[in-house]
């Protein structure tokens, strides 16, 4: 059974950082990649960060880039999601996914949802301006 536990949101001022943990159960993390998505109140989900363990791939969405990074503990099954420079358009739940694809390289420009099957629960990133 397959199953990743997100968490490390919280409430945040404009320019600050977090740093959200993804860790992951029930399948080999090494192989899979593990992607973020974040969706806003009012707004359709959206992808923010690819990273595959399977080919080494990155993808950044642009609203990110350069304020986003991600790194691994293999050992843990953790994926974390380091978050700086945050602005109040950040605030969103960010959701970790994770399965056997690969990352955008680089089309399509963007993180399709519909790739991924295995889903965390959602935690909550608000930024205060």
């Known amino acids: 059974d397959v199953q990743l536990q997100a968490s490390g949101g919280g409430l945040v001022q404009a320019g600050g950082s977090l740093r959200l943990s993804c860790t992951v159960s029930?399948?080999?993390?090494?192989?899979?990649?593990v992607a973020w998505f974040r969706q806003a109140p009012g707004k359709e989900r959206e992808g923010v960060l690819c990273?595959?363990?399977?080919?080494?791939?990155?993808f950044y969405a642009d609203s990110v880039k350069g304020r986003f990074t991600t790194s691994s503990d293999n050992a843990k099954n953790t994926v974390y999601l380091q978050m700086n420079s945050l602005k109040s358009e950040d605030t969103a739940v960010y959701y970790c996914?994770?399965?056997?694809?690969?990352?955008?390289?680089?089309?399509?420009?963007?993180?399709?949802?519909?790739?991924?099957?295995?889903w965390g629960q959602g935690t909550l990133v608000t930024v205060s301006s």
């Open positions: 996914a994770v399965d056997n694809v690969v990352c955008p390289n680089p089309y399509p420009p963007y993180i399709a949802d519909s790739l991924y099957d295995y």
């Open positions: 990273a595959s363990n399977r080919d080494g791939s990155t």
């Open positions: 029930g399948l080999t993390f090494a192989t899979n990649t």
